[in-house]
């Protein structure tokens, strides 16, 4: 009896690697966390990863009731992610966040990007989630759970280990290649946003379709 679908987990690993991205998160932290020492950028990236991974599971097990229970629709989540996503971008292109991290100190609670915008929604966001429940359904049960779980481990810890090398890439890049990338990367995660802004509107306008 084989109890690990070895075709499925290759599938599941390929899809959460590519929608969750973790080289391509790098970049993101490092310029999230730009000016935070050593230390307190573990701390973030270790808890950013919790989170994420976290809710991840949550969704894993209870799949689209947890939404369903609240009365929010997947469509309807992935438009507010493109907003929160959109809201952060601003932030990237005008240098606001690092602006406002010059005036806090080290263990002011507000500048902590972990959970919003690292756990959600760059690692967790409306992409890997919903991959997250389509992927359960197709195993549906305890052993599908477990399949998926394992899964998201190997890649959420992949996630860690680039944002740990994100000050090696801080330090090629310099000051200067930071803001640039900075900015960039706000552009980026703009249309990022925007994307998941359509996405919903578009499933959103699929369901509402007479016949549908």
């Known amino acids: 009896m084989t109890f690990f679908d070895t075709t499925f987990l290759v599938t599941s690993f390929v899809t959460l690697f590519v929608i969750i991205d973790p080289i391509g998160l790098a970049p993101f932290f490092v310029a999230i966390t730009q000016g935070m020492s050593a230390r307190r950028r573990r701390s973030v990236a270790l808890r950013a990863v ?21 009365g929010i629709s997947m469509p309807a989540f992935r438009i507010a992610g493109g907003i929160l996503l959109f809201l952060t971008a601003l932030e990237m292109l005008f240098n606001r966040r690092s602006q406002r991290r010059e005036d806090q100190s080290e263990d002011d609670s507000e500048g902590d990007p972990s959970v919003f915008p690292l756990a959600i929604p760059l690692i967790a966001g409306p992409g890997a989630i919903t991959s997250v429940i389509l992927l359960t359904e197709k195993h549906p049960g305890g052993l599908g759970v477990g399949q998926v779980t394992m899964v998201m481990v190997s890649v959420l810890i992949l996630v860690y280990v680039m944002f740990a090398i994100g000050p090696v890439l801080e330090r090629l890049l310099g000051k200067i290649g930071i803001n ?33």
């Open 50 to 70: 919790m989170v994420g991974g976290g809710v991840l599971f949550l969704f894993s097990i209870f799949g689209e009731s947890v939404l369903g229970f609240v």
């Open 180 to 212: 640039v990338v900075t900015r960039i990367l706000g552009m980026l995660l703009a249309a990022l946003a925007v994307q998941f802004v359509m996405d919903g509107i578009t499933t959103f306008s699929e369901h509402m379709r007479p016949g549908a």
